[in-house]
């Protein structure tokens, strides 16, 4: 591939940079500074841009060369003399030319995109599917990831719901808890309160043994009533304690419970931004990569076997737009207003067809070296060979010394001597082969000026038409005999 351009890496101090690649003029070579183009440079000498300014530090640099082909590099007119810089000049410009559109394009192999591709609201269709983070998505791609990442939201909102009724029932179980507590406590100060009372009790029975030994043997029996009264409440107290003991425990298990519902809510949560997050980063990078392809298929419009009338959208043509004719089997380009062709199938040394007159070359190389050494004549046999003709006002506007054509006007032939135009051929005539006389008009009906430094005879009398003017230069003389 034929080089078109040239990249460096800014360093903040260096402000000339080397280009490789040939061009027709300095007004092709372009450049940019981190993919915005820049004119803030100069061309000190044929190989070499210098910016005004040093590109900052790690600046991506892209020297590159954009052929214009808005028109051709040389213009021919009809019946001019054909130059071999002229007809390089022509076929470098579209050489050029073809070698940016190479460069430029993505081909159905891959290539590497130098700068944005606007792809002008358009859609870009069959991508594959990603695997790495700067791939392109497909809309069934991130359709995928939005269901997978909804299926989690939806297990997290459940998980939640589920750590939620979870630390309902434990507020509730430690709700239950703390009321056992309560009424253990309660039932340990009635033991308590039993026990005190049988204590009373059971002194008064002895104070009633000490008084009769009759009460006494009762009094004995009751107070082993009491003490066993008693001991059943110490027992009854320590069941509640335990019970209150297993009802905090059963509580602090509850709220630890809770707080991990609350965690696992929060992560949920997480989660489901995160998911959001990745599916609109998905939808704006399918978005970008559409516009991109659209944008680029609205200048290569692809294969077709006739020249298109509009772009793959049904817009307009714009100058620049591509397409390979699969009927002639070449690239065409439209210029804004016509399709040409792109380059020449193959090289000039290759194409042959078949020669005529005087030339002996049988393929475009050779009969261009020919034309160029001037090894071509023009010969009409007993025929006749056609001059460019017209009006005195359609001459050339910037012609050659050498150039020929017919007059409408005056009704003769004339070429240009490098300054000016003048007759060419007519001559004496006289009757057979003898050439004695002169013949001319005896009137005068177009405007006409002398020769610098030339004389002129005319044999009156003569006619000047209105409107008409003859003018005869300083140093020139014009008789009338």
Do not use: C
């Not at 019946?79 to 081909?107: C, M, P, R, W």
């Not at 406590?185 to 204590?199: E, G, L, P, R, Y």
């Not at 034309?371 to 007993?382: G, H, N, R, W, Y």
């Not at 032939?413 to 001319?440: K, L, N, Q, R």
Request: aromatic residues 6%.
């Amino acid at each position: 591939m034929a080089t078109t351009q040239n990249t460096y890496t800014g360093d903040g101090s260096t402000t000339n940079y080397s280009f490789t690649f040939e061009y027709l003029g300095q007004e092709d070579i372009k450049a940019s500074i981190d993919g915005a183009v820049t004119t803030a440079f100069t061309i000190p000498n044929a190989t070499t841009v210098a910016f005004n300014t040093a590109p900052a530090s790690g600046a991506s640099i892209i020297i590159f060369r954009d052929t214009a082909n808005d028109t051709t590099a040389a213009t021919f007119f009809a019946g001019s003399a054909i130059k071999a810089q002229d007809l390089n000049a022509n076929f470098d410009q579209v050489l050029y030319v073809s070698q940016e559109t190479e460069n430029n394009a993505l081909s159905a192999l891959g290539g590497t995109m130098v700068g944005q591709l606007n792809m002008s609201n358009q859609k870009i269709i069959n991508v594959g599917t990603p695997t790495a983070a700067t791939d392109a998505s497909t809309r069934g791609y991130v359709d995928g990831l939005i269901t997978t990442h909804q299926a989690q939201v939806d297990a997290a909102a459940a998980s939640a719901a589920a750590a939620a009724t979870s630390e309902t029932n434990a507020g509730t179980s430690e709700t239950n808890a703390a009321s056992s507590a309560t009424t253990s406590s309660t039932q340990a100060s009635n033991s308590a309160t039993s026990a005190t009372a049988s204590a009373t009790s059971a002194t008064a029975s002895a104070n009633s043994a000490t008084a009769s030994a009759t009460s006494a043997t009762a009094s004995a029996g009751s107070a082993t009533t009491a003490s066993t009264q008693a001991t059943n409440a110490a027992a009854s107290a320590t069941a509640a304690a335990i019970q209150a003991t297993n009802s905090s425990n059963s509580a602090s298990a509850s709220a630890t419970s809770a707080s991990q519902a609350a965690n696992s809510e929060s992560n949920a949560a997480t989660s489901a931004t995160n998911s959001s997050n990745s599916a609109t980063a998905a939808a704006s990078s399918a978005a970008s990569a559409l516009a991109a392809f659209d944008n680029f298929d609205d200048t290569y419009l692809g294969a077709k076997a006739s020249d298109p009338t509009t772009d793959n959208d049904g817009d307009a043509l714009t100058a620049g737009d591509l397409y390979f004719n699969t009927t002639s089997d070449v690239m065409r380009l439209y210029t804004g207003s016509a399709w040409v062709t792109a380059y020449v199938p193959g090289e000039a040394i290759n194409i042959s067809f078949t020669a005529a007159g005087n030339l002996s070359g049988t393929n475009v190389q050779t009969a261009i070296q020919e034309l160029d050494t001037e090894k071509v004549q023009i010969t009409a046999s007993t025929a006749s060979a056609q001059l460019p003709a017209g009006t005195q006002a359609q001459r050339d506007a910037s012609p050659s010394a050498g150039f020929i054509r017919f007059n409408t006007d005056v009704g003769q032939f004339e070429g240009y001597t490098g300054s000016s135009w003048s007759s060419v051929g007519g001559g004496a005539t006289g009757g057979g082969s003898d050439t004695w006389a002169v013949e001319h008009d005896n009137t005068i009906t177009q405007s006409y000026t002398i020769g610098t430094g030339k004389n002129v005879v005319s044999a009156g009398p003569l006619t000047v038409n209105s409107g008409a003017i003859v003018t005869v230069p300083s140093g020139s003389n014009w008789v009338i005999v």
